[in-house]
C-alpha cells in the first residue's frame, strides 16, 4: 500500500489557514510543556495513545511503562504521540460489578477521538473489558487503531504445582468449604496466582479478548500472549508504535478490517482456545458497533464443532507463559488454517492478510497446542440453549468435566438429557446468605438458579452464575451443580453453567417465574431448557409480577439501564449504534 503523505484531521487544528486565529488558540495551550509549533504544524500524524494503565487497574498498570516504547516507535516512524486518560476497569475490585464501565469506557473514548486532534490511536488493553470497549470505540469512530495487548502475569506456582489466577481462586474456595485449608492457605493462594504485573495468566477472559482482538486482525501477529515483564512486551510496544504510524499514513481503518469473515474467525479461535463465555457478548457488541450482522445461530453454525486445542487453564493443564513459548495465538490459528476452518485472506494491521501472518506459526510443543485432528476435545464451542425459561443463553462445553458428563449427560437411553430441582436465589447475596440452609435440601439431582444478575437487573451483568454447592456436598466430594442465570461468570471458572440468559427476570424474562422445587429439564440434542409447569401456572406467576429490582446507587447506573440491551445481542448502548465512522466527519470549532 502507498504511504504517500495525506492530510491529516489534526491539521485542521493545527495548520489551518482558514482559520488562523482557531490554529493559534489550539496551538497555544500545547506548546506550555514544550512542544513545538513547527512539530504540530509539520504534517506528521497524530498517534493517540489510550492509556488504560492506573493504580486501579493493576492488570493494566504496565501500560504505563510501555507507552514509552510506543512513544519511541511513534517517533522513529515520524509520528507524533499524544497519551491520555482512559476511565479504568478493573474486573476484580469494582462493585457492583465492572461489566457496566464497558460501555462508559466506550462512549468517553469515541468522544476523545472524535473531538481532539488525533489521527490514529493505539488502544491499551488488558483487563476483561479494556479490550471490547476501546475496539468498540475504534469501530465507531473509524481512525486507523492498533491493539497493544499488557500481556499475563507470569506462571503462578505454589507447593511444586500451577497456580493460575482466578481459577485458584474458585478451587480455594471449594477446599475452604470441605475444610481441607484454612483461611490463611486460601490468601496464600490466592496471592501466588497474581507472581507479576499483567493480566489473568488463565484463559480467563482477559486471556481470552486479547487472543480475539489478534484473531481479529487488530493487534501485531503474537501480541497478546506475551507475558506482562517478558523483554518481548516492551519489543512488542515499539513496533506496535512504529507500525500504527504507517497505519495512519496508508489510512488503514478499523472498517477494513472488522468485516463479518473477521467475526466469524474470532467465534472459532474463542472455541479452539477455550474462550470464556464473556466473549459472546463482547464480540457480538464489537460486531454490532463495526455495523457487522452476527446472528445468535452462528455460535452453533460456525463454533460449536470446533475441537478445543490449547491446553490452558481452566479447560486444561498449563498458564500463560507455556502458551506463549508454545506459539501463542498464531499457532492455534495455524492449526485452524490447515484445515480450512479460517476465511484469513481478509486484511489486517499488519498490513497483510491474516494468511500471511500465519505463514510458519506451526506450535513446537504439542502438549500445549494439540493437533486439529487429535484434540484435547471434540466440538469445543459454546452451546446455545433455549426454552421458557430465555430466548437465548450459552453453555461453556469445554470445561465439562468427566464427572460431569457422567453425573449428569450419560443415563442411558437420555444421553446429554438431565432434570434437576431448581434452588432460586435472587441474587449472590440471597445465595451467601441461604446455600447452606438445610432447609432448602440441596442434593445432587438440584440444580442452582440465580436470577436479577443481568445487565438492567444488577446493573451491568455480573459474574455470579458459577456458584458452588453447599458445603456438605463439596465435603461428599460434590463440587458441582449445574447452575443457571440471567448473569455471567467469570472466565477462568470451570463451571459449565447456563448463563448469559436473555432477556434476564428484570425484564420479565422466564427466570422472573421460575420457583425454587420446580423442575428443569436440559436437552443439549435439540437445545432447549426448560421448567416444566403448566401453562396456567405461568400466566398465573406472570400475573404476580417480577422480582424487585434494586434502585440505581449512582446516575451512570440509571443511565446504564435505560439505554443498555440484553446479553444476547451484546448488551450495547442501542442508542449509540447508529453512530457509524464519526472520525470521517470534523466537530464544529470551538470558538
Known sequence: MSTQSRRYRSQDWFDNPDHIDMTALYLERFMNYGITPEELRSGRPIIGIAQSGSDISPCNRIHLELAKRVRDGIRDAGGIAMEFPLHPIFENCRRPTAAID????????????????????????????????????????????????????????????LVGSGSAIWKG??????????????LEIAA???????????????????????????????????PAPYRERGQMAYETGKRIVEMAKQDIRPSQILNREAFLDAIVVNAAIGGSTNAQQHIVAMARHAGVDLRSSDWMEYGHKVPLLLNMQPSGKFLGERFHRAGGVPAVMWELEQKGKLRSNRLTVTGKTMADNLQGRETNDREVIYPFDAPLKEDAGFFVLKGNLFDFAIMKTSVIS?????????????????????IVFDGSGDYHDRINDPALNIDENCMLVIRGA?????????????????????????NWLPTLGDGRQSGTSDSPSILNASPESAVGGGLAYIRTGDTVRVDLNEGSCNMLISDEELAKRKAEGIPPVPASQTPWQQIYRSTTGQMETG?????????????????????
Open 173 to 186: 474456595r471449594k477446599q475452604l468449604a470441605a475444610g481441607k485449608i484454612d483461611n490463611e492457605k486460601f
Open 402 to 422: 468427566p464427572e460431569f458428563r457422567q453425573r449428569y449427560l450419560s443415563t442411558p437411553g437420555k444421553e446429554n438429557t438431565f432434570e434437576s430441582r431448581a
Open 192 to 226: 501466588a496466582s497474581a507472581p507479576s504485573a499483567g493480566h489473568c495468566n488463565t484463559m480467563g477472559t482477559a486471556s481470552t479478548m486479547n487472543a480475539i482482538a489478534e484473531a481479529l486482525g487488530m493487534s501485531l501477529t503474537g501480541c497478546s500472549a506475551i
Open 571 to 591: 448488551a450495547c448502548m442501542e442508542l449509540a449504534l447508529e453512530y457509524k465512522g464519526v472520525g470521517h466527519t470534523l466537530a464544529r470549532h470551538n470558538h
Open 454 to 478: 443481568g445487565p438492567i437487573g444488577w446493573p451491568g451483568s455480573a459474574e455470579v452464575v458459577n456458584m458452588q454447592p453447599p458445603d456438605a456436598l463439596i465435603k461428599r466430594g460434590v
Open 102 to 161: 464497558r460501555n462508559l469506557a466506550y462512549m468517553g473514548l469515541v468522544e476523545i477521538l472524535h473531538g481532539y486532534p488525533i489521527d490514529a490511536v493505539v488502544l491499551t488493553t488488558g483487563c476483561d473489558k479494556t479490550t471490547p470497549s476501546q475496539l468498540m470505540a475504534a469501530a465507531t469512530v473509524d481512525i486507523p487503531a492498533i491493539v497493544l495487548s499488557g500481556g499475563p502475569m507470569l506462571d503462578g506456582w505454589l507447593d511444586g504445582e
